[in-house]
């Protein structure tokens, strides 16, 4: 089973600046540049297997996407290669901006 976590819990993780802190959002292109929080990578779901070799030997990757459902589904993917530290970021993009915590527009 996926561990989850909120996305004040994610807030408070990135509030410590901690460069060893893996996170991705797994949203299209498009939808990252609508609005993303800062310093987050974007590799979408489509191309998360892509990704694999690079996220490998990370202790935790943090997965959120815009609601929490292509953020599992990424989990899942990262576990089936071997990646078991995926954590799902629930409630996604939508959450952290319903607590109006800052997004960047734009790449």
Same mark, same amino acid.
């Given at each position: 089973?996926?561990?989850?976590?909120? !996305?004040?819990?994610?807030?408070?993780?990135?509030?410590?600046?901690?460069?060893?802190?893996?996170?991705?959002? !797994?949203?299209?292109?498009?939808?990252?540049?609508?609005?993303?929080?800062?310093?987050?990578?974007?590799?979408?779901?489509?191309?998360?297997?892509?990704?694999?070799?690079? %996220?490998?030997?990370?202790?935790?990757?943090? !997965?959120?996407?815009?609601?929490? @459902?292509?953020?599992?589904?990424?989990?899942?993917? %990262?576990?089936?290669?071997?990646?078991?530290?995926?954590?799902? !970021?629930?409630? @996604?993009?939508?959450?952290?901006?319903?607590?109006?915590?800052?997004?960047?527009? @734009?790449?």
């Amino acid at each position: 089973m996926t561990k989850t976590i909120s !996305v004040t819990e994610l807030n408070d993780i990135l509030s410590k600046n901690d460069p060893h802190v893996i996170c991705i959002d !797994v949203r299209t292109p498009k939808e990252y540049r609508e609005g993303h929080i800062s310093g987050i990578r974007n590799i979408p779901l489509d191309d998360i297997a892509d990704h694999v070799a690079g %996220l490998k030997g990370c202790d935790t990757i943090y !997965v959120h996407c815009r609601s929490g @459902g292509r953020s599992a589904k990424a989990c899942a993917i %990262l576990a089936s290669h071997d990646i078991p530290h995926a954590v799902n !970021v629930t409630g @996604g993009i939508l959450a952290w901006h319903a607590l109006s915590y800052p997004l960047v527009r @734009g790449k």
